[in-house]
């Protein structure tokens, strides 16, 4: 698939929404997402703190994805970089083997 924007890779994945967002929270684009800016400094938090356990627990430096689920939906971020981390969402639980495949095959522009 090689490099898409957000909005490519929001449809190639049947995600619902979407942002990328850096490692201070910041966002760098987002797609159909309101508030997109607290979504972005909360996951980015969660990002952080799930890096530190990984690295306290499993003395692991690679945490490269998240996948939170719940009847409502599912919520996949992926570190791409340091200045690149993808938060993808759907309503349908059932997209989340779709949305992890089509981020395995991508680079962002």
Aim: charged share 25%; with cysteine.
């Amino acid at each position: 698939m090689g490099e898409v924007s957000l909005q490519t890779l929001i449809e190639e994945s049947e995600a619902d929404k979407g942002l990328v967002f850096n490692s201070e929270g910041q966002v760098i684009d987002s797609y159909n997402i309101s508030k997109e800016n607290n979504i972005a400094a909360m996951a980015n938090v969660i990002v952080t703190m799930t890096h530190e356990f990984f690295q306290d627990t499993l003395d692991s430096e690679s945490l490269d994805q998240l996948v939170l689920t719940s009847k409502e939906g599912l919520v996949i971020i992926n570190k791409y970089d340091r200045n690149h981390i993808v938060c993808l969402l759907a309503d349908d639980v059932s997209k989340a083997a779709m949305i992890k495949l089509t981020l395995k095959k991508v680079t962002l522009q």
